[in-house]
């Protein structure tokens, strides 16, 4: 599998991530064992989780994820494994955080308090990166970034990466980081896929200029590329019980991801992956990787069946005229999903 730098790091990567956010919920731990094992045989070891996951978030389950993965983390080599975590970062109406009442500000005593939580979850003594899973607009960046340099410093974090960040946020903090020499965000974890092609304007900038790798996730598009919305809401996909089941905002984001552009866009890829031999998802993991400002693509899967599917991409090249061709489609239905929930921070 390729290799790739994290930043201006020491740490090299897989350059396919495992996500871990259904851990706990839509995989029971056996399972996500089964799912974890595949993956580092495949050769992927990069492995990227939260304080705030199992999703959808909830009080009950918080941490569960984090719990699962520690244990599994025991069953191989420490130093084999480059281990994520985030710590939540404010609840702002867009998301509200399942941990410590849903009082996440991006303050000294939050980010201690959750770092400590999350290395005992763990069952490590350090952790990789270290990301800010929302941003914290209202807390000065020197704040947040003296408090998280301090972990740096202490060795309990090696590199800091920041995620859900605007393009404002990800340079304002560079810029700070710089003035008072405190260690820097190094990745940005960003929504980028073929229905959420964002990040290939300015922020690809940002991180070209300013050696910040951005770490993709849901490449995918929350399963929609993978067709499976094309006759409707399928039974047990996560969109479909937010859209039955869920609250204001789980409705707002699935509409987002599910509406008649984003599908109709699933469904012209699909016949691209089907003309060049391989599937939806296979190509949409291998397009996101074959950005040169992308370190590490982020996939999912909550059976070692869904994860067998986005492996499926690590050997896959497209050529440019399968790039052409996926242009193309974004050409004639530019922006399928709407917005991506960055402009309500």
Same mark, same amino acid.
């Given at each position: ?15 396919? %991530?495992?996500?871990?956010? $259904?851990?706990? !919920?839509? /995989?029971?731990? =056996? ?18 989780? +939260? ?13 569960? $994820? ?9 069953? =191989? ?8 975590? =985030? ?26 308090? +959750?770092?400590? /939580? ?16 929302? @941003? ?6 020197? #704040? ?17 990466? %920041? ?62 590329? !993978? ?9 047990? +996909?996560?969109?479909? &019980? ?23 866009? +699933? ?8 003309? *060049? ?20 693509? *982020?996939?999912?899967? &909550? ?6 599917? &986005? ?14 061709? *996926? ?6 239905? @530019?922006?399928?999903?709407? #917005? ?6």
């Amino acid at each position: 599998m390729k290799r790739n730098r994290l930043g201006r790091s020491g740490i090299v990567v897989s350059d396919i %991530c495992m996500g871990t956010m $259904t851990f706990g !919920t839509g /995989a029971d731990e =056996k399972v996500a064992f089964e799912i974890l094992d595949r993956s580092f045989d495949a050769g992927i070891d990069f492995y990227d989780t +939260a304080e705030n996951y199992p999703v959808p978030p909830s009080p009950e389950y918080a941490g569960r $994820t984090e719990e699962i993965v520690g244990r599994w983390m025991k069953t =191989k080599p420490r130093d084999a494994l480059i281990i994520a975590t =985030k710590v939540s970062g404010p609840s702002h109406g867009w998301i509200t955080a399942a941990v410590r009442q849903g009082k996440t500000s991006l303050d000294r005593h939050n980010i201690t308090r +959750a770092v400590e /939580a999350s290395l005992q979850r763990l069952q490590t003594d350090y952790i990789d990166l270290y990301q800010t899973h929302w @941003p914290d607009h209202d807390t000065p960046y020197d #704040e947040i970034l003296a408090a998280l340099d301090d972990l740096v410093q202490a060795g309990k974090v090696r590199v800091l990466g %920041c995620s859900n960040e605007t393009t404002w946020g990800l340079t304002k903090s560079l810029m700070v980081s710089e003035m008072h020499g405190l260690a820097r965000y190094e990745t940005i974890q960003n929504n980028f896929s073929l229905i959420n092609r964002r990040c290939e304007s300015e922020l690809a900038q940002i991180c070209r200029r300013e050696h910040v790798s951005l770490l993709p996730y849901s490449p995918l598009g929350g399963g929609v590329l !993978t067709g499976k919305y094309e006759h409707g809401p399928p039974p047990g +996909a996560r969109f479909t &019980s937010y859209l039955l089941e869920g609250n204001d905002r789980q409705q707002a984001m699935a509409k987002r991801f599910v509406n008649d552009r984003t599908v109709e866009t +699933a469904r012209r890829i699909g016949e691209i992956a089907a003309s *060049i031999g391989t599937t939806s998802t296979a190509l949409s993991v291998a397009w996101s990787r074959q950005h040169d400002f992308v370190a590490a693509t *982020i996939i999912g899967a &909550s059976s070692v069946g869904q994860l067998e599917e &986005s492996l499926a991409a690590r050997d896959l090249i497209l050529d440019e005229e399968t790039l052409r061709r *996926i242009d193309q489609v974004d050409v004639e239905i @530019p922006n399928p999903m709407t #917005e991506d929930g960055l402009r309500r921070l």
